[in-house]
């Protein structure tokens, strides 16, 4: 491959490469990598030398904390907050991708996953996290007054029918619509288009003559 490579000396074994066609010296050099980053070995730059080291050296060595610049098989540390999303279950998305199950940690206040990776697998998990991040809807809370039906009756129904409207395969589950019967009012959990439809279909069916024979 034309690299300089001192190799620990905790490294050893044999890897076994099936191909179909001829292996070219970075292919080569890739497939060296994924290899050793998978067995739980990480690189360091010593001059002229890469040094491959445990992980967990690489993780106490300050140079592999520099973020931003260097070389794409050299860790950094990146910081991704989502917008809406729940960081927790990004994580859980988002492990199969980690050189390491160590190198990723989340901080839940900040919605935030903290991670020490090379810096090609921070930009695949950044794209990752973009797209799903846009898929999780900001939820809102509002709170709604019929005037003539009674609440412990419409709720069940405003879920059913909401629940069917969302039968398709999606990102976005049900409204959580609850009764308060004191104040005869609706709490309804939701996004802002389905507090608009549930409001819709509140408002047309509550008339007069649904009123109840007693109060």
Do not use: C
């Not at 300089?4 to 970075?26: C, F, H, M, W, Y």
């Amino acid at each position: 491959t034309g690299r300089n490579v001192l190799i620990d000396e905790t490294v050893q074994g044999k890897v076994t490469v099936l191909s179909a066609r001829e292996v070219t010296p970075d292919e080569a050099w890739e497939i060296f990598k994924a290899t050793l980053l998978r067995a739980g070995f990480s690189f360091r730059q010593k001059g002229a030398f890469l040094q491959v080291i445990p992980m967990a050296d690489g993780r106490r060595d300050a140079r592999l904390y520099k973020p931003g610049g260097g070389r794409n098989d050299e860790n950094t540390v990146a910081v991704l907050v989502m917008k809406e999303g729940d960081a927790a279950q990004l994580m859980q998305a988002i492990r199969p991708l980690l050189s390491d199950p160590n190198s990723a940690q989340v901080y839940a206040p900040a919605k935030a996953i903290i991670l020490l990776e090379r810096r090609e697998v921070v930009a695949k998990i950044a794209e990752v996290m973009r797209r799903l991040d846009h898929l999780s809807p900001k939820l809102h809370v509002s709170v709604l007054f019929p005037q003539y039906l009674e609440t412990e009756k419409l709720a069940p129904l405003l879920l059913n029918v909401m629940t069917r409207q969302l039968a398709s395969p999606g990102p976005e589950l049900a409204p959580h619509i609850v009764a308060f019967p004191p104040t005869n009012s609706l709490v309804v959990q939701g996004t802002a288009e389905q507090i608009i439809e549930v409001k819709r279909v509140m408002d047309q069916l509550d008339i007069p003559r649904s009123a109840p024979l007693t109060v």
